[in-house]
């Protein structure tokens, strides 16, 4: 039985390491994990509804976004010598004496047309996975369920038609409703642009829950904590929830910049059963001003977790960062932009999906001006 499906014992195992593993090669995060303990005893209904009111007013931002063709890069990184131990008992950490890295670069290109219904999606991504011995170092396989090339367009009318990846090629089976639809998006990994800043990014959500989470949030009920942030227009507030199962305390805590109604960053934390505060994650934001909505320019994650690689469950901490290049928002759309013919064979999903070959010069290395190369 491996780790991921005793992935709560894992994280309390994870508590358990805060204190009772000693080792210099990985170590929780806890730089900035606030201090949970002096919280008031009160806030009131009309200040809790005001804080609430921020994230409302945020979703509607997105509401507005009909049009849109948008290539994201994603790069993940983790390092760790951690191993949790499922065979020999439930959630046992123990120390490696090889060292993993990991690496992966995933590239997303989506383009769609919610007014019409038409949509493609490109998905390519390559994976690094390395061990440290005292031989050498050997490169590993990753999953083999990890999808390299996956690509499908949607029409006018419902008619699908996919390519690529573990997913069988041609023309599938029409969409009679909006389930369908979510489905291919969660099957293709298509990370849910709208649901960026409100919750952990880079899951398919359905719109229905991206709506839960923000009603909940808006509520005012689960608002623990209410502070300024330091920087002039900014506020902290803290949220109560629970994790799936309802057993294990977590909290999340978000900086807004009330000006422009956007988080700056979005931290969460589990309680440990000796009622110490751990770091899980924490999201940094920036954004663009585009079409009279603020769109996502950059997202970058710090986090605690584990990857599953040649059948073992590593952790550690590791970085995640999402980097976004709109070549349009809101702007007419072309049946031609949604043609089965460009995901027809690889090279052509690769050009969709390729920084370079799409021009997308936000996410290209910057160029050295000659004079500086002729210093150097």
């Not at 309390?12 to 170590?27: E, H, I, R």
């Amino acid at each position: 039985m491996k780790c991921g499906g005793l992935k709560a014992r894992c994280l309390f195992a994870l508590f358990a390491l805060c204190w009772t593993l000693n080792t210099a090669a990985w170590s929780p995060a806890q730089d900035d994990v606030p201090d949970f303990v002096a919280i008031p005893d009160s806030i009131s209904r009309e200040e809790r509804l005001r804080a609430g009111s921020l994230y409302e007013a945020f979703f509607a931002n997105y509401q507005g976004m009909e049009t849109g063709d948008v290539l994201i890069r994603q790069l993940d990184d983790l390092g760790s010598t951690i191993i949790a131990d499922a065979e020999n008992g439930e959630g046992k950490l123990t120390k490696s004496d090889q060292e993993l890295t990991f690496a992966q670069a995933v590239f997303y290109r989506f383009r769609f047309d919610r007014t019409k219904g038409r949509y493609l999606f490109v998905r390519a991504s390559s994976k690094d996975a390395f061990l440290i011995t005292e031989n050498g170092i050997r490169e590993i396989g990753g999953s083999q369920d990890e999808l390299k090339f996956g690509a499908f367009t949607v029409e006018l009318g419902g008619k699908c038609f996919t390519k690529l990846g573990s997913f069988p090629s041609g023309e599938a089976a029409g969409f009679s409703d909006s389930k369908g639809l979510e489905q291919l998006f969660r099957d293709f990994k298509v990370p849910s642009l709208n649901a960026a800043g409100i919750v952990t990014f880079g899951s398919a959500l359905t719109l229905t829950q991206i709506e839960s989470a923000v009603a909940r949030c808006a509520s005012g009920d689960t608002i623990s904590r209410i502070e300024p942030e330091g920087v002039s227009g900014r506020i902290k507030i803290c949220w109560d929830e629970k994790m799936p199962g309802g057993r294990v305390p977590a909290r999340s805590t978000v900086v807004f910049d009330q000006t422009r109604i956007v988080p700056d960053s979005r931290s969460i934390y589990l309680q440990a059963p000796s009622g110490q505060w751990v770091f899980v994650s924490k999201e940094d934001y920036s954004w663009n001003e585009l079409s009279g909505m603020y769109i996502p320019a950059s997202i970058n994650r710090k986090y605690q977790g584990q990857k599953e690689i040649d059948g073992k469950s590593w952790i550690g901490n590791g970085n995640l960062r999402f980097d976004f290049h709109w070549f349009s928002v809101n702007e007419n759309m072309e049946e031609s932009d949604f043609d089965p013919a460009l995901i027809a064979d690889e090279t052509t999903c690769i050009r969709l999906a390729d920084p370079l070959a799409s021009k997308a010069e936000t996410l290209l290395p910057k160029r050295v001006p000659d004079s500086q190369e002729k210093d150097n």
